[in-house]
T-cell receptor
Framework: KAGVTQTPRYLIKTRGQQVTLSCSPI?????VSWYQQTPGQGLQFLFE???????NKGNFPGRFSGRQFSNSRSEMNVSTLELGDSALYLC?????????????????FGPGTRLTVL | TQLLEQSPQFLSIQEGENLTVYCNSS?????LQWYRQEPGEGPVLLVT???GGEVKKLKRLTFQFGDARKDSSLHITAAQPGDTGLYLC?????????????WGLGTSLAVNP
């Protein structure tokens, strides 16, 4: 079956703009998590959505937001972009929530969207 | 805040050599995962270890979870160029209602032919 797809793969924006990234999970998966990856900070958890509800949220400012649609596709939005938002944004899907009671649920990652803020 | 430290940060070796990379924390994790990430791709799960002292083997890769569930190691025997990539460990928080994954910064491995 098809893997996790993310669009666009590359994006260049300028400070102050906003951006919307899209993630289509593996068919049948209802959990979508978003991560920011930078060389200095590694993978940092942004948020997880399960069945259209935000299940968990990391320590990012309110400029970072997301949503999930009834078909499990998810979008994340970053408003008022800053230079420090330049990163690889990864989306991961799972059949069950990846935070909470379950000890381990395998996440399948997409290839990411490389965002550059100038 | 739980942290995971990975060492070494960078490793460049010749094909056929053995290597070990480490993932350490002062906190206890309920489980720990190892991932490999290749350039232009997302991380791919290699293994999940759950029990203290557990050892799992995946072909030439051997994973060990520390007895106290605070650390883990990944040993690669006879490394091959195809093993090149960023190796990430991620530990599941041991308590709380929303037990998130805590990620290390990774070990970047280059295996030269």
């Amino acid at each position: 079956k098809a893997g996790v797809t993310q669009t666009p793969r590359y994006l260049i924006k300028t400070r102050g703009q906003q951006v919307t990234l899209s993630c289509s999970p593996i068919s049948g998966h209802r959990s979508v998590s978003w991560y920011q990856q930078t060389p200095g900070q590694g993978l940092q958890f942004l948020f997880e959505y399960f069945s259209e509800t935000q299940r968990n949220k990391g320590n990012f400012p309110g400029r970072f937001s997301g949503r999930q649609f009834s078909n499990s596709r998810s979008e994340m939005n970053v408003s008022t972009l800053e230079l420090g938002d330049s990163a690889l944004y990864l989306c991961a899907s799972s059949s069950l929530p990846t935070s909470g009671g379950a000890v381990y649920n395998e996440q399948f990652f997409g290839p990411g969207t490389r965002l550059t803020v100038l | 805040t739980q942290l995971l430290e990975q060492s070494p940060q960078f490793l460049s070796i010749q094909e056929g050599e053995n290597l070990t990379v480490y993932c350490n924390s002062s906190s206890v994790f309920s489980s720990l995962q190892w991932y490999r990430q290749e350039p232009g791709e997302g991380p791919v799960l290699l293994v999940t270890v759950v029990t203290g002292g557990e050892v799992k083997k995946l072909k030439r890769l051997t994973f060990q979870f520390g007895d106290a569930r605070k650390d883990s190691s990944l040993h690669i025997t006879a490394a091959q160029p195809g093993d090149t990539g960023l190796y990430l460990c991620a530990g599941r928080e041991n308590a709380g209602n929303n037990r998130k994954l805590i990620w290390g910064l990774g070990t970047s491995l280059a295996v030269n032919p």
